[in-house]
């Protein structure tokens, strides 16, 4: 079965720092990954996805992403944060079946100022 | 604007009392979703429809209930709520049901069952 481990369930940053934010995932067969924000009170919203070619995507908000397959991960980075970038950060992978997507517990980015 | 569109956006309801979510979406998608989030546990499928009168469960689907009479609406329905469905509730749709279509989330039920 598929599975998302996110190793950090609370990461803090100042404004202007860089942000790695970690994934691991689980899936026989070549994955489809993918980075989802919430907001406070809101939907989540796509950063990017991968599902082939070029291994470091680029995404909206100046996020990027690298799939590495020999460490089965999917990173999210970016290299200066903004306050506003303070949300909660999920992984995702799909399909086990169908759009299903499984998600990791999520990772709750605070910026300091 | 293309969106998922969720209501109520929060309930507080009784143990028993019968309850629907409604879930709409206006981009002519195949495939609707419905997933709860609970701290810790990130999202988790209930059930899903892959097109008209096509719907099956998903993780946990226990306690719940679904139609999808029409294309673009894909209720969710709690026929008995228990505490232990008090949760965060998202409605997502996508165009088909192929592994890299971006799925589209609602902005979320907050459901209090006590």
């Known amino acids: 079965a598929q599975s998302v481990t996110q190793p950090d369930i609370h990461i803090t940053v100042s404004e202007g720092a860089s942000l790695e934010l970690r994934c691991n995932y689980s899936?026989?067969?070549?994955?489809?990954l993918f980075w989802y924000v919430q907001s406070p009170g809101q939907g989540l919203q796509l950063l990017l996805k991968y599902f082939s070619g070029d291994t470091l995507v680029q995404g909206i908000k100046g996020f990027e992403a690298e799939f590495k397959r020999s460490q089965s991960s999917f990173n999210l980075r970016k290299p200066s944060v903004h306050w506003s970038d303070a949300a909660e950060y999920f992984c995702?992978?799909?399909?086990?079946?169908?759009?299903?997507?499984?998600f990791g517990a999520g990772t709750i980015l605070r910026v300091k100022s | 604007e293309a969106q998922v569109t969720q209501n109520p956006r929060y309930l507080i309801t009784v143990t028993g009392k019968k309850l629907t979510v409604t879930c709409s979406q206006n981009m002519n998608h195949e495939y609707m979703s419905w997933y709860r989030q609970d701290p810790g546990l990130g999202l988790r499928q209930i059930y899903y429809s892959m097109n008209v009168e096509v719907t099956d469960k998903g993780d946990v689907p226990e306690g719940y209930k679904v139609s999808r009479k029409e294309k673009r609406n894909f209720p969710l329905i709690l026929e008995s709520p228990s505490p232990n469905q008090t949760s965060l509730y998202f409605c997502?749709?996508?165009?088909?049901?192929?592994?890299?279509?971006?799925?589209?989330f609602g902005p979320g039920t907050r459901l209090l069952v006590l």
């Open positions: 899936y026989g067969a070549t994955p489809y």
């Open positions: 995702a992978v799909g399909p086990e079946y169908g759009n299903k997507l499984v």
């Open positions: 997502a749709s996508s165009l088909s049901r192929g592994g890299e279509e971006t799925q589209y």
